[in-house]
């Protein structure tokens, strides 16, 4: 089949990726540059759903995912022999107060077992021993053994080029419309005229609601910005990734000390300020003191595809045939990249998604 993806973040690539790999004709739209926007900045965190924390098909799906990528990094390689540095990386989720810490215990002592994950409840005394530099405001922490990080740039950049490899081809140009004809979609639309597919496949991020509007499929997606620091920060390196309350930090691969984040509510402003940098150094040093000594290298923004519910919107029943939308992956989308990658493919070519989606219809806003 002639496909046409809108999109060339995490989702976009995925599903061209998927698609190439099953023999279609694919063509990707994308108005700026590759991996441009939130899949080029992300942190690239790639941590399992706490069980308990999530609905149980946003776990099963994020799980699915996870097994993904563990297989994809060598696939990128054999295709593309690049490296996108996925690497274990073990995380802990830090707790500073007793309620949250005695929750996370729960979940811990009910569920350690029950999915097979290495997860063990860590005290102040066992946490020094991992990083003695972390501050005794924390009262212990939820370890996670399968944890993993990825550089999100070069695994988007990969899919793509395995894509292109495969016949895939891009054009780099907006897409102003969805052409439909009847009840079926007949290609997209750009300032060079129309090109005809097929099936289309709208991966646009944030700006699926606009783009998608006009056909009257009110897409429920919004820009929650995020913000990045990276640091060059004193040795040695940080072995795990920690995570308190909505931030992190972790040593990534390119030697830097990376910090965040924001969840900022600001249309589609994905510059950075000062009030985020502030924020987010002064949570880093209230968990590792260590990093007041730290020199600020780069500070990023970009923009997150957010639902209300914070679960993707994988959906190929939107009213007209031929027509898939895949968006909304939040603050995990580089984790949920290729499982929406693949679910799209299949979809879009009129196939059955290897993994549930039927949570992730447009249907549950109704
Ligand atoms: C600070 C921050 C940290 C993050 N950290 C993590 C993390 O550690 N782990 C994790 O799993 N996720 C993380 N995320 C989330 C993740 O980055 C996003 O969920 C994911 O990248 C979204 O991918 P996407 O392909 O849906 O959208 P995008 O990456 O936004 O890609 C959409 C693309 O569509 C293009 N486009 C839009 N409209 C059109 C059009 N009309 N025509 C042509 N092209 C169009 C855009 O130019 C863009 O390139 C983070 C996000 C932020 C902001």
């Known amino acids: 089949m002639k496909v046409a993806i809108i999109g060339g973040g995490v989702a976009g690539c995925a599903t061209a990726y998927y698609l190439s790999k099953a023999g279609h004709e694919v063509t990707l739209f994308e108005r700026d540059s590759l991996a441009s926007h939130a899949s080029g900045f992300a942190l690239g965190g790639i941590n399992p759903v706490i069980p308990g924390a999530r609905e149980p098909e946003y776990k099963a799906f994020s799980d699915y995912s996870i097994g993904l990528h563990r297989g994809l990094a060598q696939e990128l390689a054999d295709v593309v022999g690049g490296d996108i540095n996925l690497i274990r990386k073990p995380s802990v989720k830090l707790v500073r107060d007793e309620a949250e810490g005695n929750e996370l215990r729960l979940v811990y002592e009910e569920h350690a077992t029950e999915y097979g994950y290495d997860m063990r409840w860590l005290g102040l005394g066992e946490l020094s021993h991992i990083d003695a530099r972390i501050s005794s405001d924390v009262i212990g922490g939820l370890y996670i053994g399968e944890a993993f990080e990825l550089d999100p740039y070069k695994l988007t950049l990969s899919l793509w080029q395995a894509a292109e490899s495969r016949g895939a081809q891009m054009i780099n140009k907006e897409v102003t419309e969805i052409s439909v004809t009847g009840n079926r979609v007949t290609g997209v639309v750009t300032e060079g005229g129309v090109f005809e597919a097929d099936a289309v496949a709208a991966a646009a991020g944030p700006w699926s609601g606009g783009l998608l509007g006009s056909l009257g499929i009110d897409v429920p997606v919004s820009p929650l910005r995020g913000q990045i620091i ?137």
């Open 230 to 366: 990276r640091l060059d920060a004193p040795s040695p390196p940080m072995k795990l990734s920690l995570w308190w309350d909505h931030d992190y930090a972790t040593t990534k691969s390119d030697g830097l000390t990376w910090i965040g984040t924001t969840e900022e509510e600001v249309g589609f402003d994905d510059r950075t300020t000062d009030e985020a940098r502030d924020r987010i150094i002064t949570s880093a040093v209230s968990i590792l003191p260590y990093l007041e000594d730290a020199e600020l290298v780069q500070q990023t923004a970009c923009l997150r595809p957010m639902t209300p519910d914070k679960m993707p919107i994988i959906d190929g029943s939107v009213g007209i045939e031929g027509l898939v939308v895949s968006t909304g992956g939040g603050r995990q989308g580089i984790a949920l990249g290729p499982a929406m990658g693949i679910a799209t493919a299949a979809l879009a070519t009129g196939g059955n998604s290897p993994v549930d989606v039927s949570a992730f219809s447009l249907g549950r806003f109704a």
